[in-house]
């Protein structure tokens, strides 16, 4: 995939949005997954989870891993600027203004609806991997307790997502050798 | 020099962050409020809230935001490229090792449980940003009618994202929300 293509999806995905990593998932799957088909949905979401398991900004980690697998050094490179200007400039550009942003009530409305959008396409995400992955009834209840523990507690989000990775790698190994 | 400090605090706090976001907002207060006193807690309150209505990851947010106050244009540039240069360590170190692991060990299996795992994240985060963003009447009825469009016409995510948001620019102007 041509590099500069990549830096064009990733500074889009990165200007729309708002909610940092996990909102960018379902944004990014749809030029990778859907439109461009560059990569299976089983690949992507396997770039996805390296992602999380790294420290670092996720948006970034996600960017790299995901154009160094499509084009390259290039390709990493690229997609980390593509990710990386559109927060610079819009921040830059309200800590340069932010005492006097006349329309900056507009602003907080536009985002305050965009925030919901983007709450419904990660609940379709949401579903469309449940329905996808869980082959399993015991991996629903792993999938419900480990979210409730990360929304309801302060329980580091890696943490969780470690511990109930050994517990289903357990369930899918037995379910294997059966 | 101040812009290397900024450098060198935004990279540690880069080099830590894990789980991103939000897991990353307590070290970036600790690092920026507490230890180096850069800007005060209100300032820090303003700044999350600020990274929480625009786009972007909030690490990048803040050191953009912080760089600028503290160096101007240089500062920020400074803190944003210090706070992404961890990431590219950790990727180049992790596909390196995913690499030597895949000869030894079975990773389809280690993969395929973590495609599993990391559903659970997802849905604490839609939980997450949807708790904090649907907090009226207006919220509930755009999320409905966002909702049944994205199943109906599998109209594009991005349109469904600015769509909501000229729909909030809407409710603003006539003070729903």
Same mark, same amino acid.
């Given at each position: 995939m /041509?590099?500069l293509?990549? *830096?064009?999806?990733?500074?889009r995905?990165?200007?729309?949005t708002?909610?940092?990593g996990?909102?960018?998932?379902?944004?990014?799957?749809?030029f990778i997954?859907?439109k461009?088909k560059v990569?299976?949905e089983k690949? *992507?979401?396997d770039?996805?989870?390296?992602?999380q398991?790294?420290?670092?900004v996720?948006a970034? /980690?996600t960017?790299?891993i995901?154009g160094?697998?499509l084009?390259?050094?290039?390709?990493a490179?690229?997609?980390? !600027?593509?990710?990386?200007?559109p927060?610079f400039?819009?921040?830059?550009?309200?800590?340069f *203004?932010f005492s /006097?942003?006349?329309?900056?009530?507009?602003?907080e409305?536009?985002f305050?609806?965009?925030?919901?959008g983007v709450?419904v396409i !990660?609940?379709?995400?949401?579903?469309?991997?449940?329905?996808? /992955?869980?082959?399993?009834? !015991?991996?629903l209840i792993?999938?419900?307790?480990?979210?409730?523990?990360? *929304?309801?507690t302060s329980i580091?989000a890696v943490?969780?997502l !470690? &511990? &109930?990775?050994?517990?289903i790698?357990?369930?899918v190994?037995?379910e294997k050798?059966? | 020099m @101040?812009?290397?400090?900024?450098?060198i605090?935004?990279?540690?706090i880069?080099?830590v962050a894990?789980?991103?976001?939000y897991g990353?907002?307590?070290?970036?207060?600790?690092e920026?409020?507490n +230890?180096?006193?850069?800007i005060g807690?209100?300032e820090?309150l303003d700044l999350?809230?600020i990274s929480?209505m625009t786009p972007g990851?909030?690490?990048i947010?803040s050191a #953009?935001? +912080?760089g600028?106050n %503290?160096a101007?244009?240089?500062g920020?540039?400074?803190? #944003?490229?210090? +706070?992404i240069?961890?990431s590219?360590?950790?990727?180049?170190i %992790?596909?390196?090792l995913?690499?030597?692991?895949?000869?030894k060990?079975?990773t389809?299996?280690?993969?395929?449980?973590?495609?599993?795992?990391?559903i659970g994240?997802?849905?604490?985060?839609t939980l997450? @940003?949807?708790?904090g963003s649907?907090v009226?009447i207006f919220?509930?009825?755009?999320?409905?009618i966002?909702?049944?469009?994205?199943l109906k016409f599998?109209?594009s +995510?991005?349109?469904? %994202?600015?769509l909501?948001?000229?729909a909030?620019?809407f409710?603003?102007?006539i003070?729903?929300i």
């Amino acid at each position: 995939m /041509n590099p500069l293509k990549l *830096f064009w999806i990733f500074f889009r995905v990165s200007a729309l949005t708002i909610g940092g990593g996990y909102a960018m998932i379902p944004v990014i799957k749809e030029f990778i997954v859907d439109k461009f088909k560059v990569l299976e949905e089983k690949e *992507f979401m396997d770039v996805i989870v390296t992602a999380q398991t790294v420290p670092g900004v996720i948006a970034i /980690n996600t960017a790299m891993i995901m154009g160094h697998k499509l084009s390259g050094i290039k390709g990493a490179f690229f997609s980390v !600027l593509g990710c990386v200007i559109p927060p610079f400039s819009i921040i830059l550009t309200i800590a340069f *203004f932010f005492s /006097n942003i006349a329309s900056f009530e507009l602003f907080e409305g536009f985002f305050s609806g965009a925030r919901v959008g983007v709450t419904v396409i !990660l609940a379709k995400l949401s579903f469309d991997l449940v329905k996808k /992955n869980v082959s399993h009834p !015991l991996y629903l209840i792993i999938i419900a307790i480990s979210a409730g523990i990360i *929304f309801f507690t302060s329980i580091s989000a890696v943490v969780v997502l !470690l &511990s &109930s990775c050994v517990v289903i790698y357990f369930i899918v190994k037995g379910e294997k050798s059966k | 020099m @101040i812009i290397f400090e900024l450098f060198i605090t935004f990279f540690k706090i880069g080099m830590v962050a894990f789980g991103g976001g939000y897991g990353a907002l307590s070290i970036i207060q600790d690092e920026i409020v507490n +230890v180096n006193k850069w800007i005060g807690i209100e300032e820090f309150l303003d700044l999350i809230s600020i990274s929480q209505m625009t786009p972007g990851p909030i690490a990048i947010n803040s050191a #953009t935001f +912080v760089g600028y106050n %503290i160096a101007g244009f240089w500062g920020s540039v400074a803190s #944003t490229i210090g +706070v992404i240069t961890p990431s590219i360590i950790w990727i180049v170190i %992790i596909l390196k090792l995913l690499k030597l692991l895949s000869k030894k060990i079975d990773t389809d299996l280690i993969f395929k449980s973590l495609r599993i795992a990391i559903i659970g994240l997802i849905i604490a985060a839609t939980l997450n @940003i949807g708790f904090g963003s649907i907090v009226s009447i207006f919220h509930i009825v755009l999320g409905i009618i966002g909702f049944i469009i994205l199943l109906k016409f599998k109209l594009s +995510v991005i349109w469904i %994202i600015l769509l909501s948001g000229i729909a909030g620019i809407f409710g603003k102007l006539i003070n729903l929300i």
